[in-house]
């Protein structure tokens, strides 16, 4: 802060001031000022994001279970050495990373689509925005519980529909309860209801971008395509960036959509489903509270990932 | 109290949303989840405050007069409007909250037009069916929601008069209005209040509530509903009945009080029974002139010939549907087809004993049912999806709980076109079928133990053991009960029953790690439906619950 005020300093006092590292009496007002409004936030922080996350690391080092009442002794490293060896987990990352890069994917193509086309002039363009929306809106424990009728093979309508009306199929196909169909059965669920808000987000980052910039280029003689990628795309990036951090992070921890679906099945089994299913329904405190700290820690890597990038971009 | 409302309102709302399905069903319904929840959602605070838990109806005196107020509107909605209840589990999930708005809105309009108590005779129609039932056996038991039996031990419990107590029961349907109504009995005969909350709606939420409640050392909760696998997990946080109610578990179902006692504390009393059986539609066996299977491979056979014979009618057709998604209906599912050829009961005491010859062969039987005689889909089916099977005509055989038999009653396509048989066997074992149901405790933290037990003995004594068989389809856990003719009547499948062995599951044994085993085990079984080696899920699922029970 004091580095900004420097330039603007004239005074012989001041500069006084500012050699002895201190700050003028107005800067440091103003500091106590700041910090006087961000301690109620700073407090808040710390009460509702620091202290469970320290809780959660200090319970993954005993061997504490809910209800048990027997008091938690500390067990070192345990936990993370039984996670260390644990195949389910290991499965679930694996779940977890697939159903991340297929929902991303499309999710970030259909969504640039619609962005594009919403972005265009056209009559009823507020109609469409709005309608778009519609399965974002949508509670998603409801919208999975409709897709599993939707999916089911004897009384289902997209089996009915594929079977009877368009005849693709010659008989039902059960896309939920086969290992080999059940994931990308799921990943669709949450594309079709994410999808909006990806093109919700890039809408807004098409809309910043300056009409003259393309006038510009239609007088060089740009056609569309070239328009779109020497134009749109750039100026699109930092949408699209902030666009795929949300989505990543949001899918790597994805919950509700599968375990609605799914239960706890293993082949649909995600790492948060894995967490919980080991703190509430085992019980076993301790362990999940390990496999809470590593989903963090892969958590922290792919956004450390994300930010690098974003500051390499920026330089 | 200012916090009142809001519970009040949010149960209410779940209350009316389930009231559109039957209480029994919505335990195990996700439907009803889906719906709930989603309403939720729109209300985060409330959901939080439903979670916890809140007031549905408070059945206090004088002393429980400042909640009186929220007491009026809840109960009413409740019992109030009644209108196409019946219709409402078929339609989808988002249909259901506007639907709950709507009857909402008319049950606030129309505040105290049906207490539970006063008697309007308005109850939802589920229950409706049940009481129209005990009123046509020709006022041979005089018992109804209106007037539930007198309370026999009311001198006794009359030195706790004052004391509140909270009461964690049914949220929905005929069971909370059973619930209610005898609370209310009770409150009149004893002068101890009784607060009634209702539970959430899935097995899985209550059990990580109370989990809450046990692990804050919680007075907010004296007297629970706890499911038949629970006990061992709670144990240490339950109050040991023995010593008050020894001698009337006595007069119980025997493997039900084995279950039910851990370290030999009785930490919950049998109140309501469930178990596996054998639905089939009478009208299409007769058409195939073919018998009621009695073994695995019979059922097999008449399934697919049945299938094959309707094809031109009906090529949605299904031979078998049970529930064989990864879930604890699984484990009850296997355990049937296990006990019954004779492949034991998954453990004895602390020894894995489900990896057996027996066991394997019939296992590997059930995994060819999936996409021949079962649907492809069974792999995914919960008990919801099976009901919808059955009820919309589209099974043959089906295996689910008693609760099914008033919904496919109700349904028009299997209206008495069905009968209940018992579960088939492999060869000449006899015929088997998984206990489920409902017991109930009290809590080690409760600032009233002497007026809960009392309340405890009350709700689980034979009197109203069969006021609840006849006035809901709960099956009782009193041999006397269950032979009564009036209950009976109402429960025309007990008869049917009476030879099938029932089987526990492994609670006691895995003790608190219960939940971790049964998820290993369906797990694996599910995995040998979707096509895997059962030898190999059996032998590695044996290595898992060896090192969970040593």
Known sequence: MSQSVQPAVSSGEQVANIRRGGM?????????????????????????????????????????????????????????????????????????????????????????????????????????????????????????????????DIYGPINDFLVRKVQILDSPVAFIAQPSTSLWAVAAVDIWKTTPFVALLLLAGLQVIPEDVYEAAEIDGANGWQR??????????????VTLIFRTLDALRVFDVIFVMFGSRPDTQTMSIYAQNNIVAFSDLGYGSAISVAIFAIIAVFVIAYVTFLKVEES | MTGEQRPTTETTRRQLISDLASGRLSRRDFMMRAAALGLSASAIGAFLA????????????????????????????????????????????????????????????????????????????????????????????????????????????????????????????????LDVALAQKFTQDTGIAVNVVGKPASATETYSTYQRFFQAQ????????????????????????????????????????TNNTVDGKLVGFPFFGDFGMLYYRKDLLQKYSVAVPKTWDELDAAAKKIVEGEKGSNPN?????????????????????IASSGGGSLLDGKNVTFNNPQAIAILNKAKGWVGTSAPKGVTSYQEDETAQAFTGGNAVFVRNWPYMYQLAQEAAA?????????????????????????????????????????????????????????????VPLYQSVADDPDVQKNQPFLKNLSSVQRVVRPSNALGANYNQGSTIMFQAFNAILNGQDAQAQLQAAQGQLARLVR
């Open chain 2, 317 to 337: 057709l299904q031979g078998f549907v049970f529930q064989g998604n990864a879930y604890e209906g699984l484990t009850c599912n296997a355990l049937e087809w």
């Open chain 1, 24 to 152: 003028t009496s107005f800067d440091q007002s103003k500091t106590r000022l700041a910090w006087a409004l961000l301690t109620p936030t700073l407090l808040l922080i710390a009460f509702i994001a620091i202290y469970p996350l320290l809780q959660t690391i200090y319970q993954s080092f005993t061997d504490a279970r809910l209800a048990s009442g027997v008091t938690p002794k500390f067990v070192g490293l345990r936990n993370y050495q039984d996670l260390a060896q644990d195949v389910t987990f290991r499965t679930s990352i694996w779940t977890t990373v697939k159903f991340t890069a297929i929902t991303v994917v499309f999710e970030f193509f259909l969504g640039l689509i619609i962005a594009l086309v919403i972005n265009s002039n056209f009559k009823g363009r507020g109609l469409m925005r709005t309608a778009m929306l519609v399965p974002w809106a949508i509670p998603t424990v409801v919208s999975a519980q409709m897709w599993k009728w939707m999916y089911n």
């Open chain 2, 50 to 177: 439903a979670c916890g838990g809140g007031a549905t109806a408070t059945t206090g005196t004088g002393s429980g007069a400042s909640t009186a107020p929220s007491t009026a509107p809840s109960t009413g909605a409740s019992t109030a409007p009644s209108t196409g209840a019946s219709t409402a589990p078929s339609t989808g999930a988002s249909a259901a909250p506007s639907a709950a708005a709507t009857r909402a809105a008319t049950a606030s309009t129309a505040p105290g037009s049906a207490t539970a108590g006063t008697g309007a005779g308005a109850t939802a129609t589920r229950a409706g069916t049940a009481t129209a039932t005990a009123r046509s056996s020709g006022g041979a038991y005089q018992y109804t929601l209106q007037s539930p039996p007198p309370v026999p031990n009311a001198a006794q419990a009359k030195q706790y008069s004052g004391a509140k107590l909270t009461y964690y029961a049914d949220a929905t349907g005929i069971g909370n209005q």
């Open chain 2, 414 to 474: 299997t209206k008495d076109k069905f009968d209940v048989a018992p579960l088939p066997v492999t060869g000449t074992n006899p015929p088997v079928g998984t206990v489920g149901g409902w017991q109930l405790g009290v809590s080690k933290y409760s600032k009233a133990p002497d007026a809960a037990v009392e309340f405890v003995r009350y709700m689980t004594s034979e009197e109203i053991s069969k006021f609840r068989a006849v006035n809901g389809t709960y």
């Open chain 2, 218 to 257: 919680s007075a907010d909760v004296d007297v629970m509903m706890i499911d038949v696998i629970w006990p061992a997990a709670f144990a240490p946080n339950l109050l040991d009945l023995n010593a008050k109610l020894g001698d009337q578990a006595k007069k119980a179902i025997p493997s039900i009080i």
């Open chain 1, 228 to 241: 779109f990628v020497q134009i749109t795309m750039p100026l699109l990036r930092p949408a699209i960036l």
